[in-house]
């Protein structure tokens, strides 16, 4: 019997086992724990927006039709669920966890005889593969044996069903999410059909590869489609890692393609590519929908492991170290829908969104839509869980962050602690705990962006060239007390901007300057309050980098903040206190640089080098993460 094919590329299917031969697999939630100030940021998750969420907003209080309710009976519970779920594992938080639980097993208790779960009177396939991804976590956490069974009947019902009902909309735009859980249980099983099913899944999910590798338009998107919304985009990355665990060839390159296309065309300095809620282009007043960023997260994290590329473990932590957490307030009580690379106020005005409303850009319960208020758990929970990995001969650091890691490597026991203020700090100090006396490979990820890192074992210094996959790799017997430290050096960067703007880095930290924040409770608002921000002093400076020696910039490290994201006001024109780091750059103000013309946005930057007559001005520059009020993409300046 011929192997299937897939219709878009007529490559046979590999008949290998998906997940067994990857270059690196996931570890279960709660084998890598926060230490420090990621411990910090999930224990305000906690007591924040994701704790409090059921108390706070009723679709996904309840009534919730997943709970077996009349209420929301779509999206917004799995969503809530699929960040819910690792955040409780992974703070190994007795209450979230029953919380997760109540929903666990009202979904596995809702599965009627033809195989099909959840609100009998919705028969959409898209908000049921939000709970296929919730359900395999659940499994992975808790070791549930009710999982495998509950899914094989699904499949069963899908099997059965999509020749008849095929994906559409969203499910057609998301399907690779369904297809990369059909083949989680083949991995585990080995029964062929599922496999089939995949392929049948992928083959009736839009073509990404080929949308966004040759056909992605530029500038602003102006009708909706489902290639052009931002939060698709994000989840169609994940197409591509179905693609090629099915045996399509050429798929690594492919994505690279894409990524490539999508920074030409909507790249932001945040990490992200732009999309209120459609595609955006390139200029920094376009906003970015919390949704997409922590799916995007989502999907290099998938990607990372898959491909065993370290350039994307980078784009990963660009976004998870700036796009993140500026989407929410330092308190984590409060999001916006879309964020802006310069923002320069947050209120219900009218700005140019390709598809949004005036309150899309306040911090609060339920701007614009539901869907972010539902889905932004799972970013700090699933990027906790991807910093470590397991490789083919042991283990290998794909994120760095402080943690602790507890896990087996071949039948032994291995804990290891990484003790760092990273992405603050340059050095990180990794000790192992307990081995005993376990012989395997340890690989750490050199970012693309580091030049000049070092390694020492014991104090000893080792080789740290990185492979062509961004990895350098130790493999000896480990032994408790046995200490690396890793340095990767951070200089201040200059990333070349649209109209020779410019913005700046040190390691994954875009920076921004910050004129402080004014906050004001909106009144009559639902949960911990909607608010307005404004900035405390003039925004509009452009900087003087004409005989700046770039690389002479000093980065000043305070270290980790409490909040871990949060400013607190200065005077001008430096505005920003409190903050883990500054770099000072010198500037001009600009007056002539306004408003968006009709709206309450920045303009994008003028062409410059543009001419002041201002006086120089020293500004502090800040992580974008910690700025809910900035500028992050300068128009250059010259004094007259």
Not at 90 to 114: C, F, M, V, Y
Not at 298 to 304: F, N, R
Not at 334 to 362: F, G
Not at 474 to 478: D, Q, S, T, V
């Given at each position: 019997?011929?192997?299937?094919?897939?219709?878009?590329?007529?490559?046979?299917?590999?008949?290998?086992?998906?997940?067994?031969?990857?270059?690196?697999?996931?570890?279960p939630?709660?084998?890598v724990?926060?230490?420090?100030?990621?411990?910090?940021?999930?224990?305000?998750?906690?007591?924040?927006l994701?704790?409090?969420?059921?108390?706070?907003?009723?679709?996904?209080?309840?009534t919730?039709?997943?709970?077996?309710?009349?209420?929301?009976?779509?999206?917004?519970?799995?969503?809530?669920?699929?960040?819910?779920?690792?955040?409780?594992?992974?703070?190994?938080?007795?209450?979230?966890?029953?919380?997760?639980?109540?929903?666990?097993?009202?979904?596995?208790?809702?599965?009627?005889?033809?195989?099909?779960?959840?609100?009998?009177?919705?028969l959409?396939?898209?908000?049921?593969?939000?709970?296929?991804?919730?359900?395999?976590?659940?499994?992975?956490?808790?070791?549930?044996?009710?999982?495998?069974?509950?899914?094989?009947?699904?499949?069963?019902?899908?099997?059965?069903?999509?020749?008849?009902?095929?994906?559409?909309?969203?499910?057609?735009?998301?399907?690779?999410?369904?297809?990369?859980?059909?083949?989680?249980?083949?991995?585990?099983?080995?029964?062929?059909?599922?496999?089939?099913?995949?392929a049948?899944?992928?083959?009736?999910t839009?073509?990404w590869?080929?949308?966004?590798?040759?056909?992605?338009?530029?500038?602003p998107?102006?009708?909706?489609?489902?290639?052009?919304?931002?939060?698709?985009?994000?989840?169609?990355?994940?197409?591509?890692?179905?693609?090629?665990l099915?045996?399509?060839?050429?798929?690594p390159?492919?994505?690279?393609?894409?990524?490539?296309?999508?920074?030409?065309?909507?790249?932001?300095?945040?990490?992200?590519?732009?999309?209120?809620?459609?595609?955006?282009?390139?200029?920094?007043?376009?906003?970015?929908?919390?949704?997409?960023?922590?799916?995007?997260?989502?999907?290099?994290?998938?990607?990372?492991?898959?491909?065993?590329?370290?350039?994307?473990?980078?784009?990963?932590?660009?976004?998870?170290?700036?796009?993140?957490?500026?989407?929410?307030?330092?308190?984590?009580r409060?999001?916006?829908?879309?964020?802006?690379?310069?923002?320069?106020?947050?209120?219900?005005?009218?700005?140019?969104?390709?598809?949004?409303?005036?309150?899309?850009?306040?911090f609060?319960?339920?701007?614009?839509?539901?869907?972010?208020?539902?889905?932004?758990?799972?970013?700090?929970?699933?990027?906790?869980?991807?910093?470590?990995?397991?490789?083919?001969?042991?283990?290998?650091?794909?994120?760095?962050?402080?943690?602790?890691?507890?896990?087996?490597?071949?039948?032994h026991?291995?804990?290891?602690?990484?003790?760092?203020?990273?992405?603050?700090?340059?050095?990180?100090?990794?000790?192992?705990?307990?081995?005993?006396?376990?012989?395997?490979?340890?690989?750490?990820?050199?970012?693309?962006?580091?030049?000049?890192?070092?390694?020492?074992?014991?104090?000893?210094?080792?080789?740290?060239?990185?492979?062509?996959?961004?990895?350098?790799q130790?493999?000896?017997?480990?032994t408790a007390?046995?200490?690396?430290?890793l340095?990767?050096p951070?200089?201040?960067?200059?990333?070349?901007?649209?109209?020779?703007?410019?913005?700046?880095?040190?390691?994954?930290?875009?920076?921004?300057?910050?004129?402080?924040?004014?906050?004001?409770?909106?009144?009559?608002?639902?949960?911990?309050?909607?608010?307005?921000?404004?900035?405390?002093?003039?925004?509009?400076?452009?900087?003087?980098?004409?005989?700046?020696?770039?690389?002479?910039?000093?980065?000043?490290?305070f270290?980790?903040?409490?909040?871990?994201?949060?400013?607190?006001?200065?005077?001008?024109?430096?505005?920003?206190?409190?903050?883990?780091?500054?770099?000072?750059?010198?500037?001009?103000?600009?007056?002539?640089?306004?408003?968006?013309?009709?709206?309450?946005?920045?303009?994008?930057?003028?062409?410059?080098?543009?001419?002041?007559?201002?006086?120089?001005?020293?500004?502090?520059?800040?992580?974008?993460?910690?700025?809910r009020?900035?500028?992050?993409?300068?128009?250059?300046?010259?004094?007259?």
């Open positions: 019997m011929p192997l299937p094919t897939h219709p878009a590329h007529g490559a046979p299917l590999s008949t290998e086992r998906p997940f067994t031969d990857m270059p690196f697999t996931e570890l939630p709660g084998a724990r926060p230490l420090g100030w990621l411990r910090e940021q999930l224990e305000l998750q906690a007591c924040g994701s704790g409090q969420l059921e108390n706070l907003w009723p679709a996904v209080g309840p919730s039709g997943w709970l077996g309710g009349g209420g929301e009976r779509g999206e917004q519970g799995p969503y809530y669920l699929d960040g819910l779920l690792p955040l409780a594992y992974i703070l190994n938080d007795a209450t979230l966890i029953g919380r997760a639980h109540k929903w666990t097993e009202a979904i596995l208790s809702s599965q009627r005889p033809d195989g099909n779960f959840g609100p009998a009177d919705v959409d396939w898209w908000p049921r593969m939000v709970v296929l991804k919730v359900m395999i976590q659940h499994a992975e956490a808790s070791g549930d044996s009710r999982v495998e069974p509950f899914l094989r009947r699904y499949f069963e019902y899908q099997r059965r069903e999509l020749p008849l009902r095929p994906l559409s909309d969203w499910g057609q735009a998301r399907g690779a999410e369904n297809a990369l859980a059909a083949l989680w249980l083949h991995a585990r099983s080995g029964e062929g059909w599922l496999r089939d099913l995949a049948s899944i992928v083959e009736q839009l073509d590869a080929t949308y966004l590798g040759e056909q992605l338009p530029g500038g998107a102006t009708r909706f489609e489902h290639r052009t919304h931002v939060v698709n985009v994000a989840m169609g990355l994940t197409y591509f890692a179905a693609q090629h099915l045996g399509v060839p050429g798929r390159a492919r994505l690279a393609q894409a990524l490539e296309q999508l920074d030409l065309k909507h790249g932001m300095v945040n990490g992200m590519f732009s999309g209120d809620e459609w595609l955006a282009g390139l200029e920094p007043q376009r906003g970015v929908e919390t949704c997409a960023v922590v799916e995007a997260m989502h999907s290099l994290e998938v990607l990372a492991r898959l491909f065993g590329d370290g350039a994307l473990a980078d784009r990963l932590e660009v976004i998870a170290f700036n796009a993140l957490p500026a989407a929410m307030s330092a308190d984590m409060s999001h916006q829908y879309h964020q802006q690379v310069n923002q320069v106020s947050c209120t219900v005005e009218r700005r140019n969104w390709t598809y949004s409303t005036d309150d899309a850009n306040i609060g319960l339920e701007p614009r839509f539901g869907c972010c208020t539902a889905n932004l758990h799972q970013g700090w929970p699933k990027f906790v869980r991807s910093l470590w990995a397991r490789s083919q001969g042991g283990l290998v650091a794909l994120g760095y962050a402080p943690n602790t890691l507890d896990t087996e490597v071949g039948g026991r291995v804990r290891m602690e990484t003790l760092t203020d990273y992405p603050f700090g340059d050095t990180l100090t990794l000790r192992v705990l307990e081995a005993g006396g376990a012989r395997f490979s340890l690989r750490l990820r050199i970012p693309g962006w580091c030049v000049g890192a070092s390694l020492s074992l014991g104090g000893q210094a080792q080789a740290c060239t990185p492979d062509s996959a961004g990895f350098v130790l493999e000896r017997i480990w007390g046995d200490v690396l430290e340095r990767l951070m200089p201040v960067r200059v990333l070349p901007r649209p109209n020779a703007a410019v913005s700046f880095r040190s390691g994954p930290l875009t920076l921004a300057f910050s004129p402080g924040e004014r906050w004001s409770l909106l009144p009559d608002s639902a949960g911990f309050g909607d608010w307005e921000l404004r900035p405390r002093h003039s925004w509009n400076y452009g900087v003087a980098l004409q005989g700046t020696d770039i690389a002479a910039l000093e980065v000043q490290r270290g980790p903040t409490s909040p871990p994201f949060t400013v607190r006001p200065g005077p001008p024109p430096l505005g920003a206190e409190g903050v883990p780091l500054k770099v000072q750059v010198p500037g001009h103000l600009l007056p002539s640089w306004g408003f968006e013309p009709g709206f309450a946005s920045a303009a994008a930057p003028a062409p410059g080098p543009l001419t002041s007559r201002m006086p120089p001005a020293q500004l502090s520059l800040v992580p974008y993460g910690c700025a009020i900035r500028i992050a993409e300068f128009p250059t300046v010259r004094a007259e």
